[in-house]
């Protein structure tokens, strides 16, 4: 029994090694490049398209619909950023259904890889919006005293997304692997599919809290009304 | 410990990589495809408006057309309904017109065929008259007509009264010339001799004579001189026989006239 697909080294020079995690995210890599690349080599321009376009078509647009409804105005340009993060984790949670499987997102190393580049993206994304000095600004309002408890907050939640994937679905593993040598026939079904349910929510938690961090950080804030 | 910082690292390394492959081979191509699809169908309707205009600018095209094709129809009905009304109205004109012409040519006809008649009545009855009267004249008295006449000749200059009587003397007896003494036929020596004698008792003057045959006179003596006349022929009792006559004929006509077709006026 182990906590985390890390401690599955399949080969290691120093302190380069490659483990379960790195394969599977891999794999999952070649999965979604392979599949993506098959799909779009031939598509179709005219109303008549093939299924695989529209499932590709369908899932595109509702990542695209689900930015902009978080506030962003131009979803499109945090398309590659936010849609990777779900369309990541969702596979990758997925991907449980495959026995002997180990899900990347279950590694608190992949967790706070992510996190860190949500916590690098985010005010790239603000700086690239408001420039750099209007995204300082963010950090001194509504007054500098609240500056220490932005940054404690910036960190925080970087933390707290990390630790919230990780924990979710390591648990979920954990509890299967629990179950299988308690009761192996019945619940092991059940709390995989709910273990399904649970990767998908935590896939859209994770894009929908990088979304708003990101939101949070580009939006201009709006002028605070004059007493007259 | 949990994290692998390595492993860190590399989920980075490998999380940038994702983004650009699915950036490259998913988002791009697809995001162009619908792209391209809704300019596509934002052609297509922006064509089907514009022929839907187009269209819409024919129909309108088409109805000015037809209306004004239908103002002209009738403008030329009316115009070949008035020009035919108008030629009817002309042939109308012309055929009353040939009708009256042809009317009054009839007339005419029918005047001369009745003057032809009366005339041809008028000679027919003359001769008829002077046989039937010469016939009766010689069959109940013995005697011609041409003596009766110069008898009642004779007996008319004897009856004249005063004035006349007076003018007709100083007319004889003043004319430059012998008094002429016209009859409607050659009068014989004893009936010459006869009215002379009558002419100087009557006058008591010797009076010259000179006779003349004048056959409109129809069977009659007329004695003239110098401007004053004197006569008596059968041409009176003619006369009111002409006038019955006349009477007969215009009472032939008038029926002939009212029973004359009217022109036909059907258009």
Redesign the interface.
């Known amino acids: 029994m182990h ?2 697909p ?1 401690e599955i080294i399949f080969w290691q020079f120093g ?3 490659l ?1 379960a ?2 394969v599977y ?2 794999g ?2 070649l999965v ?2 392979l599949g ?2 098959l799909i ?1 080599r031939k ?5 008549k ?1 093939s299924r695989w ?1 529209n499932l ?2 369908i899932v ?2 509702a990542i695209e619909k689900q930015i902009e409804e978080v506030g962003l105005g131009e979803p ?1 340009k945090y ?3 936010l ?3 779900f ?2 984790v969702a596979t990758a949670n997925l991907g449980t259904v495959l026995p002997g499987y180990e899900p ?1 997102t279950g ?4 967790t ?3 996190a ?2 949500v916590l690098v993206a985010v005010p790239l994304f603000g700086i690239l919006e408001q420039g750099i000095g209007g995204y300082l600004k963010t950090y001194v309002e509504p007054t500098v005293i609240m500056l220490p408890f932005n940054i404690i907050s910036e960190v925080s939640r970087t933390l707290a997304l990390a630790v919230r994937l ?1 924990g979710n679905m390591m648990s979920g593993v954990m509890i299967i692997g629990i179950l299988l040598t308690i009761t192996p026939f019945i619940f092991p079904i059940v709390m995989t599919v709910l273990g399904l349910l649970t990767g998908m929510v935590q896939a859209y938690i994770f894009s929908i809290l990088a979304a708003v961090y990101i939101a949070a950080a580009t939006c201009t804030p709006k002028p605070e009304p004059t007493n007259s | 410990m949990l994290i692998d910082w390595f492993t860190v690292g590399a989920q980075t390394l490998n999380f940038l990589v994702l983004a650009w492959l699915l950036k490259r081979f998913l988002y791009q191509p697809i995001l162009l495809a619908i792209d391209e699809r809704e300019r596509r169908i934002a052609t297509e309707l922006g064509d089907a408006d514009a022929k839907k205009a187009e269209a819409q600018q024919e129909r309108d095209e088409f109805q000015r057309k037809n209306e004004a094709f239908d103002r002209q129809r009738a403008a030329l009905l009316s115009k070949a309904t008035n020009e035919a009304q108008a030629e009817r109205g002309r042939l109308l004109d012309e055929a009353r017109q040939a009708a009256d012409a042809l009317s009054a040519q009839r007339q005419d006809a029918l005047v001369n065929d009745t003057d032809d008649l009366k005339l041809a009545i008028r000679g027919r009855t003359q001769q008829e008259v002077f046989a039937i009267a010469r016939k009766a004249l010689k069959d109940l008295a013995a005697t011609d007509l041409e003596g009766q006449m110069v008898g009642m000749f004779a007996r008319r200059l004897r009856e004249l009264d005063g004035q006349a009587k007076e003018c007709l003397t100083d007319a004889l007896k003043t004319a430059p010339e012998p008094a002429l003494v016209r009859s409607a036929f050659e009068l014989p020596d004893e009936h010459r001799s006869a009215l002379r004698r009558t002419l100087n008792e009557t006058f008591s003057a010797d009076l010259p004579l000179r006779f003349e045959v004048a056959p409109d006179l129809i069977s009659g003596i007329e004695l003239s001189a110098n401007g004053q006349k004197l006569a008596w022929s059968i041409a009176d009792y003619l006369v009111s026989l002409e006038k019955g006559v006349d009477e007969l004929l215009k009472g032939r006509a008038k029926p002939e006239a009212q029973a004359e077709p009217k022109p036909a006026t059907k258009g």
Do not use: H
Not at chain 1, 43 to 47: F, G
């Open positions: 906590l985390s890390d302190v380069i090694k483990n995690t790195i995210t891999w999952i890599m979604l490049a993506s690349k779009t598509l179709s321009m005219d109303m398209r376009q590709l078509e595109v647009t499109r398309l590659g950023f849609g990777t993060l369309l990541f990347p590694s608190l190393s992949t706070v890889a992510l860190l580049c990780f």
